[in-house]
Nanobody, 123 residues
Framework: QVQLVESGGGSVQPGESLRLSCAAS????????MGWFRQAPGKDREGVAA???????IYAPSVKGRFTISRDNAKNTLYLQMNSLKPEDTAMYYC?????????????????WGQGTQVTVSS
């Protein structure tokens, strides 16, 4: 049974940082592409960052240079380091897994999803 559990969300002020984690279990983690997605109230879900099975990364233009995705295959854990946070980064953030080597930022490739962790950026 695939399980993804996010943690690390919270409320911060603009310019501050947060690190999200996603603990994965129930499948061969290293073979899957992993991604972070977010959804703000009243908006569509959007891809934030993804890392493929070989470690290649891709970012949404809105977060490139501020966010860093990484994976620790020994710990079956995915991370998202978020720096220089802005109010427009406020959203529920979801971790997702895709049973393909490369999935990118299209959520249609992702079969498994976590419950989400809330990030709020406000002064």
């Amino acid at each position: 049974q695939v399980q993804l559990v996010e943690s690390g969300g919270g409320s911060v002020q603009p310019g501050e940082s947060l690190r999200l984690s996603c603990a994965a279990s129930g499948y061969t983690y290293s073979r899957y592409s992993m991604g972070w997605f977010r959804q703000a109230p009243g908006k569509d879900r959007e891809g934030v960052a993804a890392v493929d099975s070989s470690g290649g990364t891709i970012y949404a233009p809105s977060v490139k240079g501020r966010f860093t995705i990484s994976r620790d295959n020994a710990k079956n854990t995915l991370y998202l380091q978020m720096n220089s946070l802005k109010p427009e980064d406020t959203a529920m953030y979801y971790c997702a897994a895709a049973a393909v080597a490369y999935a990118g930022l299209w959520d249609g490739f992702y079969s498994f999803w976590g419950q989400g962790t809330q990030v709020t950026v406000s002064s």
